[in-house]
């Protein structure tokens, strides 16, 4: 089974904090790609960084990190200095190599407080 | 370079009526997948069309259909609407032919209501 879960359902943070943003995937698939997608009010989902399964490097960039775990099956996004412009709702999804269809969680939804 | 554009942005229609949305991909991009938002939700994998064959199809019943032109763009249509088909619809691109990893492009969605 395919399947990506976002515990956190909602965060809110005052602006100039970190926050962390959980995700957790399960596939059987020992090929397969993972995603974050930003979502804002107008609806249209923004692609933010793509993971190969086979590399498991950490990736920064600017406020933006993510934490690739395989062990776990997890990969989080991390944001450093929140800012206003930062509140949107965020997704994570999963690519299994077998197939085409993207699975997606149920997002988070973040609120920065100025 | 225009990204993955929807048409139209709202619609509302009564229960049993049916609807057609439309997608043009992200220039140079040959495959269109459809994905169903409801409120509060994830985006739900509908289908996906490749050189103008459903290549794979979610969980979705009949009533949900689609086609893909020649110039890649799609049309979802959606027959016999029921209130839980009230959702934001998002068309999504992705250059299949030339990448391997499938990077898929949103467009804004159509917004359905369903009276």
């Known amino acids: 089974a395919q399947k990506v879960t976002q515990a956190q359902t909602e965060i809110s943070v005052v602006e100039k904090e970190d926050v962390t943003l959980d995700c957790v995937y399960e596939t059987r698939d020992t090929t397969y790609y993972l995603f974050w997608y930003k979502q804002p009010p107008s609806g249209e989902l923004v692609f933010l960084i793509r993971?190969?399964?086979?590399?498991?490097q950490n990736e920064i960039s600017g406020r933006y990190s993510w934490n690739f775990q395989k062990s776990t099956s997890s990969f989080n996004f991390t944001i450093t200095a929140s800012q206003v412009v930062d509140s949107a709702v965020y997704f994570c999804a999963l690519r299994p190599n077998t197939g085409n269809q993207f699975y997606f969680g149920t997002g988070t939804s973040l609120t920065v407080i100025p | 370079d225009a990204g993955v554009t929807q048409s139209p942005t709202h619609l509302i229609k009564t229960r049993g009526q049916q609807v057609t949305l439309r997608c043009s991909p992200k220039s140079g991009h040959d495959t269109v997948s459809w994905y169903q938002q409801a409120l509060g939700q994830g985006p739900q994998f509908i289908f996906q069309y490749y050189e103008e064959e459903e290549r794979q199809r979610g969980n979705f019943p009949d009533r949900f259909s689609g086609h893909q032109f020649p110039n890649y763009s799609s049309e979802l249509n959606v027959n016999a609407l029921l209130l839980g088909d009230s959702a934001l619809y998002l068309c999504a691109s992705s250059a299949d032919r030339v990448s391997t990893y499938n990077e898929q492009f949103f467009g804004p969605g159509t917004r359905l209501t369903v009276l």
């Open positions: 993971r190969n399964s086979f590399d498991e």
